[in-house]
Every structure is written in C-alpha cells, then in structure tokens.
C-alpha cells in the first residue's frame, strides 16, 4: 500500500475538529468554537461521550498517559486537562505563542505554533522550550509521532510531512485527502488525520 493512501474514513462530530489523539481503542477530537472534546470509538467511528474544555477554541491534542493535554489557537498557553472530565488541572506558558499542532514523544510534548511557523519541544514539567526548527509549510496544524519521525500536517500546503525531528529536515511527504489538513494521531500501524473542511477523519497508511 502506498505512502498516505486512505485506508478507510468517518464523519467528524465536530463541526470543526482539528485535533486529534489516540487514547487506546478510541480516539479524541476537539470541537474549535464549541469548547468540547469528543471520545470517538475507533471501530465503528461511533461518540461515546464529550467533555467540556476550558477553552472556547481547543486544536491540538495529546496524552502523555495521565494528562491529555490540550493547545488552543490564539492563546499562550497549554492545558494539562483530566481526561474523565476535560477539567484543567494545571497550565503551561507558551512563551513563542499561538500553539495549535501538540504531540508527545514519551518524554517531551512537542508543539506547533501559529505566530512563528516553527515546531518547538516544550518541557511538560515547567513549560520550557527547547530545540526547535521551521515547519516545511506555512502552517503545522497537526503533529504526532510514528516511530523516528515527526509528523507535521499542513493547512497551507496541504501536505503531511514525515520530518527528522532532529533537524526537521523533510524525510518522507504526500499530499493530505482534503483541502484543509489537520490534527495527527498515531495508533502504532496506521496515521490519523482530520481534515476541517469537510469534517471526515481518515485513516493513512505510512507502508
């Protein structure tokens, strides 16, 4: 199967979900403009349930295993959230600003920012950044990790980029489904990605 061929997609709930986790068998997705986070079973792409978010305009997502944590355009900031019921249970200062695409590796989230166009790696225990490198496109609006690289989607460029996190040197790159690429989320086999235009996500093959 070739790299980002579409395996099989569903129906959005939100209006406008750009964002994206994988949380075992379900996956979550937030609402930009309703303040919600929906949990979405994979298998039959069916809503289990949705949170409230202390956000009006929720984007990126990630769980570090305990937190999900959650960025918002147009803030400064990012959400540590209890995932049984979206409350914030503490904040981050997201001192480049504007973050939208959120991942984790495991030690460090990774982040995606609207002002500057570059992808940064943020410490989640006092909000440090680190490292960081340009985004190929004009705009990450999803990211997630899938083995060594990091995935970076585009709402410029509607591409989805397979990048060194190291560098941020472009690895691997194909075109995204839709017309406005999203949230990223990696399951162990296969890539996730919404798409906001249409409101599908889509399941992508990374052979």
Do not use: C
């Amino acid at each position: 199967m070739a790299l980002g061929t579409i395996i099989r997609s569903f129906a959005s709930p939100a209006p406008i979900g750009p964002g994206i986790v994988f949380t075992g068998r379900t996956i979550g997705i937030s609402s930009y403009g309703e303040a919600l986070l929906y949990q979405v079973y994979l298998r039959a792409g069916v809503v289990i349930r949705s949170i409230n978010t202390p956000q009006t305009n929720p984007w990126g997502l990630a769980f570090d295993g305990k937190y999900l944590w959650m960025a918002a355009v147009g803030a400064n900031q990012l959400w540590a959230l209890d995932p049984r019921n979206g409350a914030g249970v503490r904040t981050l200062s997201f001192t480049p600003g504007s973050p939208a695409a959120l991942t984790w590796d495991g030690h460090y989230l990774w982040v995606g920012s609207d002002t500057d166009n570059r992808i940064y790696q943020v410490d989640p225990r006092d909000g440090t950044v680190g490292e960081s490198s340009l985004s190929p496109g004009g705009s990450p609006t999803g990211l997630a990790f899938a083995g060594k690289l990091l995935w970076s989607s585009d709402n410029v460029d509607d591409k989805i980029y397979g990048l060194d996190p190291r560098n941020g040197t472009i690895v691997r790159s194909f075109n995204s489904p839709g017309a406005q690429a999203a949230g990223l989320a990696f399951d162990g086999k296969v890539l996730y990605h919404a798409d906001y235009n249409n409101a599908l996500i889509y399941q992508l093959s990374l052979n």
